[in-house]
């Protein structure tokens, strides 16, 4: 679940992390009366589930009431396109209002798990800001991590060290390792998957601030911090993601053309690397689940369908507890609802050759195949 930039601060807020002075705004109004505390002298930033707002004009700087007026009233309401959000954007319903303050240097610090290492991490580069995917590029060996121990943390001595690699000065290397030791706190207490600051500045005064905050929280932690699901805005998450959660399916919206119906994460995953890998583009990641019947199948298939990206629809199901004729009449079910594309289907295991009958008499657009090197062929693009 991610949460929103000014929920993140307040959480750093309680980790004594130092942010920047501000309240939210959902009126221009509002906007302009939060800038008087500070003399319009304030950065007005659009609230929504994705980074790159700075340069898609979603951060600005302003000096002038009349410009934060006009600013806000334009951005409420409208939907921002940034390089990390869709093609349609993410609508911005709210404002953070913040005091300036002088930049001395942008730092990048993030709190994350490594898949390689197994462990959590700290990830830090002293080029931090808008422009840190260009440095990670092009840059890589100015970003430096440190792998936290599962019962020591992240260790002052290795933060330490960091610091000096970061080239951060004697002055501010024990706000820099007490403010990575929070960070990483926050990360563990609310069993996050990601914790981001930035910029992590240091300003004109020698003071440590975190200026941009980004934190998700593991939805299946979400049980045991009841004082945190309060914090989902679904107006910044995908609508089909929402309908599949409702239903336990596993649903992810992705870039490609080629929708996936499979039944098991892993199975699911290689789907999408045959289709990759062959040219084309998965344009959702879905796993049934497990104990699917005919209505969760069909669900399935309508919340696929419902993506206009979609063209075909890859079924790869290996029949288990969910029998391959229950999952063919779901699919048959959703096409009474909706237009199916033409569908690939690779179906094994407990009763599959009655589910692939099924859709064969069905008014369906069906082209078996039996191996997965057969799927290669029906995605090659060309
Ligand atoms: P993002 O682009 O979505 O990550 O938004 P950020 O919150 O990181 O803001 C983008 C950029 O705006 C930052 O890297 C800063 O350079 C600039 N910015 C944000 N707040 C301030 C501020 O208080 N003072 C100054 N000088 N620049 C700011
Ligand atoms: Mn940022």
């Known amino acids: 679940m991610n949460i929103h930039e000014f929920q993140a601060k307040k959480l750093f807020a309680d980790y004594s992390i130092p942010v920047p002075e501000g309240s939210v705004a959902t009126t221009p109004q509002e906007a302009i009366e939060i800038s008087s505390i500070h003399n319009n002298n304030v950065v007005v930033k659009a609230q929504i589930h994705a980074g790159g707002r700075g340069k898609a004009g979603g951060v600005k700087l302003f000096s002038d009431s009349k410009e934060i007026e006009s600013f806000s009233a334009n ?70 991590t440190v792998v936290a121990d599962p019962i020591l943390g992240l260790q002052p001595y290795k933060l330490r060290l960091l610091a000096k690699k970061l080239n951060i000065t004697s002055d501010l290397i024990r706000s820099f390792s007490g403010l990575a030791t929070s960070a990483y706190n926050l990360f563990v207490e609310n069993d996050c998957s990601m914790v981001e600051i930035n910029p992590l500045v240091i300003t004109n005064d020698r003071l440590l601030l975190a200026l941009d905050a980004k934190v998700n929280i593991d939805d299946d932690a979400l049980f045991r911090h009841p004082e945190l699901v309060h914090l989902r805005d679904i107006n910044q998450e995908d609508e089909r993601e929402t309908r599949a959660d409702k239903s336990n399916i596993n649903y992810v919206k992705l870039d490609g053309n080629v929708g996936c119906l499979v039944n098991g994460a892993g199975l699911a995953m290689a789907t999408m ?33 419902s993506d206009t990206d979609v063209d075909k629809i890859f079924v790869n199901l290996f029949g288990g507890i969910l029998r391959c004729d229950v999952a063919a009449r779901g699919i048959v079910q959703a096409s009474k609802e909706t237009t199916i594309p033409p569908i690939i289907v690779r179906m094994l295991g407990t009763n599959a050759d009655e589910g692939a009958q099924i859709l064969l008499d069905s ?15 029906e995605f090659l693009k060309s």
């Open 75 to 144: 951005l409420l309401g409208s939907n921002l396109i940034t390089a990390q959000t869709g093609k349609s954007g993410v609508p911005v319903n709210k404002l953070l209002v913040e005091k300036i303050y002088d930049i001395h240097r942008e730092i990048y610090l993030a709190i994350i798990i490594d898949a390689v290492t197994k462990s959590i991490i700290c990830v830090a580069s002293e080029f931090g800001g808008v422009n840190i995917e260009e440095v990670a590029e092009s840059n890589p060996d100015k970003i430096f």
């Open 273 to 305: 690397d045959v289709i990759s890998e062959s040219g084309s583009q998965p344009a959702n990641f879905l796993d049934i689940g497990g104990g699917a019947d005919e209505d969760k199948v069909a669900e399935a298939m309508k919340i696929i369908c």
């Open 363 to 377: 008014s369906l657009e069906v082209k078996l195949i039996h191996d997965l090197h057969d799927a290669r062929k």
